[in-house]
């Protein structure tokens, strides 16, 4: 899509169907971990509480290995199925990598334990695995740094995936607080509560075509191949 700016200029990098598929990506996604994450959570509830009683390291290490497999297989997936649109040279394995490490490091060192103790308690499986993917989406600052890493050879943009991520970050934290205070003693307010990391998607999104920009890709280089002469 081509929108012309206030100068005159032709601007090229703006998409609406790319920025709404990117946020259909996110958000289906979301989706997936929540169902997903309760559906594994029940079949296996009993083993975890047993582990949590004699081998906590274990279930931490295992929710926490579901968790990032969820995050790197399905969202570093989608994601990626969306920015090979702009940059098709992006390799699938590097940024699915750059996805689950550090959502594996998030949930290992904060999300998982937390996990862990609501579900050995009983609490409800579904706001555990809820808040878990909105906690590690924005602790965008660690994931944006791996994932604009990943893009250093597609885009001379790459380092602004970072600052995405961190304002997306500082978004959705505000946006938090705000809706905390808005919805306080509501008692539909959970109903709303989508809608925060929904936002999230929308603002990130908002980066995503400009980093992606098609004319700051960065082109491959060609392999020259060097011809030896036959010997007599």
Request: charged content about 15%; aromatic content about 12%.
């Amino acid at each position: 899509m081509r929108a012309t700016a206030g100068t005159g200029t032709t601007r090229t990098w703006w998409d609406n169907k790319l920025l709404a598929e990117w946020v259909a990506a996110n958000a289906l996604a979301y989706l997936v971990v929540v169902v997903g994450g309760v559906a594994l959570e029940q079949l296996f509830a009993g083993t975890a509480r047993s582990l949590a009683g004699t081998h906590r390291l274990l279930a931490t290490l295992a929710i926490a290995l579901i968790g990032a497999s969820f995050h790197g297989l399905v969202l570093g997936r989608w994601q990626w199925l969306v920015l090979r649109q702009r940059l098709p040279h992006l390799h699938r394995r590097r940024w699915t990598t750059a996805t689950f490490v550090p959502a594996l490091a998030v949930w290992l060192l904060v999300l998982a334990p937390d996990a862990l103790d609501v579900i050995t308690r009983g609490g409800n499986e579904i706001t555990v695995f809820r808040d878990a993917f909105v906690q590690a989406l924005v602790l965008g600052p660690l994931i944006g740094l791996a994932q604009a890493t990943a893009l250093r050879h597609d885009t001379t943009r790459w380092k602004w995936w970072f600052v995405a991520n961190l304002t997306s970050y500082l978004f959705a934290a505000a946006m938090y607080e705000v809706g905390r205070i808005v919805l306080a003693g509501v008692p539909s307010g959970s109903r709303f509560s989508p809608a925060f990391p929904l936002l999230a998607f929308v603002f990130h999104g908002i980066w995503m075509p400009w980093v992606t920009d098609p004319a700051t890709r960065i082109r491959p280089r060609a392999t020259t191949s060097v011809s030896v002469p036959p010997t007599p």
